[in-house]
């Protein structure tokens, strides 16, 4: 607590976040102005790390290289002539090595199209030796269920005729995954880590058209997607798995693995939208959705070594396992509402939603086992059907009033129902492997909304529910949810916000005994106490309390689940401009946030920077950024990271 | 299909607002007398604003002849403004910045409404909670960004300034990367309102706005895990950020799984009134073990599998 305090005092206010940047070069908007017609900025640099630590975990949390950097780029290019294009507008960030590129594209002729363009290429690296290593208790640190994957986003969107009655639209998107990682080979008795290969590609194509109108408006797109999957886990070195101990007397492994999973899918789906405004006192709006996604997979395995078959107690060297299903889920949304103002200060909100999904899939997966050294084939294939079912149907009815009391009041009340249906398990067996469940909860809604005047203004929102029955154990059953918020101009440099929110979530079925309990209070400020100092800060306090009994699975027994999140959020950015020379201002600006907190993973992270940027020319800036990041957890003292990094390069605008 | 149907019915219910556009609804008059002047007259006393309204996405207006507002953009706002030209007087012209927010986006709505946009409006939190329009868009800009912050970086700053405490929780270590600028609030939310949770975003038409991302997880799968489509992403994951690896709402993968896989068998009684979903798992889970710990070591297709009931391969 004491650090906590010293760090608040550290920085002068609390900041509202630290991605705020000082409105520097780089950061503000190129505008054109006047005849030119080429304005924009890039911000070239180099990075320095110095990390000490767990550096895989520094790689999982962070991930910041060294080397060189483009770190921003941003223009806007208009052509007087507007021959192909009004204005294009092009931003890229974060290339040369950050895990985290991006690039957006926007170009339009008024009147004939708009487009745009975006990608998104983001690595994920994730190796936590605490997260999913069973023998780390040994020493024995396998790196399970870790990985190094990129996924790649791209979007591209063409409407034609924009401001027309008439509108198609064209538009295409993909997403991409490829990486390798440590994943399990699950055997009886025993699991395997190993590699693992995994490529992924969902191409995702729609087009449709927009018909907007001055009292109604309805769009109708057609789509469809198209998925391939491929996964791939092999071994082929003596794999002794997580379980050390002999099973029978025998000392189980995994000396070779070929394990392959083929993914294909595709799907269609529509939209069908509307809004409309009748006459001037109702609004009606409403969405048919529906898609249809389906899957068909091969899957191969083989492997050697020694290995066991559980049930019968039947060791074997040799196994060879084929699979296939195919799936599919069709699922359809349908929405109406509407909003009546029968008078000048009442506005009723009526509003009903139904969402039904069945997902039916089928296969068959056939296990041959082998004694290899005796040449003898143990089993006959041994065939097993794969069938099973998932359906949902959910609906939700909910009418709201707003009551305008006063200019400055307004007052809302309202109710939802919602109700609903699942079931899920084996398609072909009714009976143990089939469960069923029902939903239904009944809400009030309340809320308070008041502009005191353009300096203060507070709302609450307020929403209580009883449950007849819910889906799963940890689901919201008997709960209150609120959020308030009040915003005041202390002065005309100063504003401050509070916001509390809370969720308390209560189940007290008998073997349940759910009881929750999340408040998050946040306390927020903007100060400019000149035309040369700007500070912003924020704090958080957030609690979260969580109770739930559950069955330990060998005896039954009754035990307690808890878990408890106590945490303490800040985050600051002051910015100073310094003494300036020839109309050039160096600006400096300092902040970043906090983490720390306790409870079932005590936690703290810690990101504090300091960025300085002295101009060089009206159009040369040479800038500077100084970052520190430390993360340290109390129960796994060795993943903790400290890492220095240090950014230095030039921005040069026009 | 139900389009086939309804959507041509829709289409006839308003053949005359279709074709021959309906004069727009004049705002309130702070005078009956006020007439239109057009956006001319207002430029020698706010020629700053005007200069900038020439590059705004929103000068369309002055061109525009299907609500009758060509020549007349700024009027088309701030409602006729004869007797404001005569007086010079504020409070002879609509101002609506500092009108209440649902009398505001009312203005914006005049041409806004019947569009895709406003989708979900009506079960948008934002509209309940009178967020006006102007609170997200500035009616006057112009440049790169428009009426609204286009970088990422910029809408999250734009988002944070009122959600500060789901902001606080993206500087946990465990999280989405937007403080990084790499993903933005508007990715996995729609602020114009959407029928699903928290308006959240859909992906092909009515499947959850994650799969956009994460399309490998999306399926179907021959066994789902039910959780996952029932109640969404966020029945074991805090998206917005968590101190707990992958993101998950609790510090043990066990505790996770545990808390629901704690019923017993459904039995015959259990037809009438069913339980929660979530059997006990098989008496062979030592969980004094740590290979029983971590249940996704063993059940790694833990988002659904393709051929394995258990989720195990």
């Known amino acids: 607590m004491k650090f906590v305090l010293a760090l608040l005092v550290s920085f002068p206010l609390l900041a509202q976040q630290a991605t705020q940047t000082a409105p520097d070069a780089s950061a503000s908007s190129p505008t054109p102005t006047g005849s030119e017609w080429f304005t924009g900025s890039i911000d070239l640099g180099y990075r320095f790390t110095s990390i000490g630590g767990d550096n895989d975990v520094y790689r999982s949390v962070v991930n910041l290289g060294q080397g060189p950097r483009l770190l921003g780029l941003d223009f806007t290019i208009v052509d007087p002539k507007k021959r192909l294009f009004d204005r294009l507008n092009v931003r890229a960030y974060n290339w040369g090595g950050d895990p985290y590129n991006t690039v957006h594209l926007d170009a339009g002729k008024q009147g004939i199209y708009n487009f745009n363009f975006d990608y998104r290429d983001l690595a994920y690296f994730n190796l936590l030796p605490s997260f999913a290593d069973p023998l780390l208790g040994t020493g024995v640190v396998l790196d399970e269920d870790s990985y190094f994957a990129r996924r790649r986003m791209s979007d591209f969107n063409l409407d034609l005729l924009p401001g027309h009655h008439i509108m198609p639209y064209l538009a295409y998107g993909r997403d991409s995954g490829e990486g390798t990682g440590i994943t399990t080979f699950y055997s009886d008795v025993n699991q395997y880590p190993i590699a693992d290969q995994t490529f992924d590609k969902t191409d995702n194509f729609r087009g449709g058209v927009r018909l907007e109108f001055n009292r109604f408006h309805v769009t109708l797109e057609q789509g469809g997607t198209t998925l391939r999957d491929d996964q791939d886990a092999y071994n082929s070195t003596t794999n002794y798995g997580n379980n050390l101990q002999p099973y029978f007397g025998q000392t189980l492994s995994l000396s070779g693995l070929d394990q392959a999973y083929g993914i294909r899918g595709s799907s269609i789906y529509t939209k069908a939208m509307f809004t409309a405004s009748p006459v001037s006192w109702l609004d009606v709006s409403g969405q048919f959705l529906y898609s249809e996604p389906q899957t068909n997979v091969n899957y191969t395995q083989y492997d050697t070594g020694n290995l066991v078959l559980q049930s019968a107690i039947l060791f074997y060297t040799g196994e060879q396992a084929l699979g296939f299903a195919a799936g599919k889920q069709p699922h359809t949304t349908g929405n109406v509402g509407f909003q009546l103002r029968p008078f000048k200060r009442v506005r009723i909100l009526e509003s009903w939603m139904t969402d039904r999904m069945h997902t039916a899939a089928a296969g068959q997966f056939a296990d041959t086992l082998v004694q290899s050294s005796a040449g003898t084939l143990l089993t006959d294939s041994m065939v097993t059907p794969l069938a099973s079912l998932l359906a949902l149907n959910f609906n939700q009815e909910q009418v709201d009033v707003l009551l305008d009391v006063t200019h400055k009041l307004t007052l809302h009340g309202g109710y939802r129902y919602t109700w609903g249906d699942a079931e899920t398990g084996d398609a072909l067996v009714a009976g143990p492997g089939q469960e069923s469940s029902q939903m239904r909860q009944q809400t009030g809604i309340g809320g308070v909304n008041f502009r005191a005047t353009q300096k203060l203004s507070a709302n609450v929102d307020f929403e209580g529910t009883a449950s007849d029955s819910a889906y799963f154990r940890t689901s919201l059953y008997n709960y209150q949810r609120m959020r308030a918020r009040a915003r005041y101009q202390l002065t005309n440099t100063l504003s401050l916000q509070a916001i509390l929110t809370l969720l308390n979530n209560q189940n007290p079925l008998t073997g349940i005994n759910y009881s929750f309990l999340s408040r998050q209070n946040s306390l927020s400020a903007a100060w400019t106490p000149s035309k040369r100092i700007s500070i912003l800060g924020e704090y958080t306090r957030s609690t979260l309390y969580s109770n739930i009994d559950y069955l330990e699975p060998e005896t039954l027994g009754s035990e307690t689940s808890l878990y408890r999140d106590n945490a303490h959020s800040a985050t600051s950015l002051v910015d100073i401009a310094l003494p300036g020379y020839n109309k050039l201002v160096p600006r400096l600006a300092f902040g970043g946030s906090l983490f720390i907190s306790s409870g079932s993973r005590p936690t703290t992270f810690y990101q504090p920077m300091v960025r300085l940027l002295v101009p060089l020319h009206k159009n040369i800036a040479w800038k500077s950024e100084y970052r520190y990041y430390g993360y340290g957890e109390i129960f796994y003292q060795y993943e903790g990271f400290r890492a220095h990094l240090m950014q230095t390069g030039l921005t040069i605008s026009r | ?313």
Request: charged share 15%; with cysteine; proline share 9%.
């Open chain 2, 1 to 313: 299909m139900l389009n086939n149907r309804v959507l041509p019915l829709l289409l006839l219910c308003w053949p005359a607002g279709a074709q021959t556009p309906a004069a727009p609804a004049a705002p309130a008059l702070p005078s009956s007398a006020a007439t239109y002047v057009g956006s001319e007259t207002c430029q020698p006393c706010h020629e700053d604003i005007y200069n900038a309204f020439l590059k705004s996405p929103h000068n369309l207006i002055n061109k525009e002849k299907w609500r009758n507002w060509a020549t007349r953009a700024c009027e088309s706002c701030h409602g006729p403004g004869s007797k404001h030209a005569d007086s010079a007087e504020a409070s002879a012209i609509i101002n609506p910045a500092k009108l209440a927010p649902e009398e505001s986006s009312r203005v914006c709505l005049k041409c806004h409404l019947n569009q895709p946009t406003h989708i979900g409006r009506i079960e948008s939190s934002h509209a309940k909670n009178e967020v006006a329009c102007t609170a997200c868009h500035s009616v006057h800009a112009h440049g790169p960004n428009g009426l609204v912050p286009r970088k990422m970086a910029a809408i999250n700053e734009q988002c944070a300034g009122c959600h500060t405490e789901i902001w606080a929780q993206f500087q946990r270590p465990y999280k989405h990367r937007l403080p990084e600028g790499a993903m933005s609030c508007v990715d996995c939310h729609n602020p114009h309102g959407s029928i699903f949770m928290a308006n959240t975003q859909a992906y092909a038409a009515n499947e959850t706005g994650c799969l956009r991302c994460h399309g490998n997880l999306r399926g179907p799968f021959t066994f789902e895990h039910a959780p996952v489509r029932l109640e969404g992403c966020g029945a074991c994951h805090e998206p917005h950020g968590s101190a707990n690896p992958r993101m998950l709402i609790r510090a043990e993968v066990r505790y996770l799984c545990l808390e629901c896989h704690a019923n017993l068998p459904n039995t015959a009684a259990a037809v009438k009134n069913p339980p929660a979903l979530g059997g006990v798992p098989p008496a062979f889970h030592d969980l004094y073990s740590p290979q029983f710990q971590n249940c996704t070591v063993c059940h790694m297709k833990i988002h659904g599998s393709y051929v394995n009931g258990e989720l195990l391969r």
